[in-house]
């Protein structure tokens, strides 16, 4: 079963504009949120986090928020720049540690020109 | 400083052939992690090493998969009797190993199996 669902297969912004990339998690045992970019033939790279213990947090152009009751995070990049175009993954890990973390299947944003 | 380095880049093999997968994580990241990745899916969890012992190797589909860490630094990820199902993309990541620390990512390693 997919703990950790991204029904967005894809994406298309203008650059300038929000985007916003969704993850909703069905575990309550989750308490760590991560966020992945991922260009074609490299690693994920890691963008930022948010524990459970907070419902936002913001790095520059991206910001996270999550909803607890919800189970549902979102990753807002504002503005949006063509270098963001890739994939992004939601993750998640549960109390007992840092370890085996729960990916997403992806969203791949497209920033138009 | 240097992240974290998987070789070789791409293996193409028969089916039946084995084949080791090589990640040398970041230095002093005590944890390491093993992903495999397929066509339009997220990373899939294999194993999860602390030092040099397995933690958590519940990932793993099946006995022809089998990872070692001897000396808690590189890590070999041991395929046999590969399969064409077992093409896809192996992701090695590395962390500090403390409470809520990021994974970094290698590359990966993509797998043909012919």
């Known amino acids: 079963d997919q703990q ?16 916003i990339l969704n993850c909703d998690y ?29 419902d936002k947090n913001e790095d520059g152009r991206f910001t996270v928020f999550l909803n607890k009751s919800a189970k549902h995070l979102s990753l807002h990049i504002v503005p949006s720049q063509p270098g963001d175009s890739a994939v992004y993954f939601c993750a998640a890990s549960g109390t007992s540690g840092t370890y085996k973390y729960i990916f997403g299947t ?4 497209k920033v138009l020109a | 400083g240097a992240g974290v380095s998987q070789t070789p880049s791409n293996k193409v093999t028969e089916k039946g052939k084995y084949v080791e997968l090589r990640c040398d994580p970041i ?3 005590t944890a390491l992690y093993w ?32 990872a070692v860490r ?4 590189v890590s070999t990820l041991k395929i046999q009797r590969t399969e064409r199902g077992d093409s ?6 590395s ?10 990512f290698g590359n990966g390693t993509r797998l043909t199996v012919t």
């Not at chain 2, 495999?36 to 519940?58: K, M, V, W």
């Not at chain 2, 001897?70 to 630094?73: A, K, T, Y």
């Open chain 2, 35 to 66: 992903y495999r990745q397929s066509l339009g899916q997220g990373p899939e969890f294999l194993i999860y090493f602390q030092g040099t012992g397995a933690a958590d190797d519940s990932g793993l589909p099946n006995d022809r998969f089998f």
């Open chain 2, 27 to 29: 230095s002093g990241h």
């Open chain 1, 4 to 19: 950790v669902k991204q029904n967005s297969p894809s994406l298309s912004v203008q650059e300038g504009r929000i985007s």
């Open chain 2, 95 to 104: 962390s500090s190993g403390t409470s809520n620390s990021p994974l970094h």
């Open chain 2, 70 to 73: 001897p000396e808690g630094s």
């Open chain 2, 88 to 93: 896809a993309v192996y992701l090695c990541a």
């Open chain 1, 26 to 54: 069905t575990n309550s045992m989750f308490d760590y949120f991560l966020w992945y970019k991922k260009y074609p033939a490299e690693g994920p790279t890691f963008l930022i986090s948010i524990s459970s213990i907070k």
């Open chain 1, 106 to 109: 992806g969203t791949r944003l």
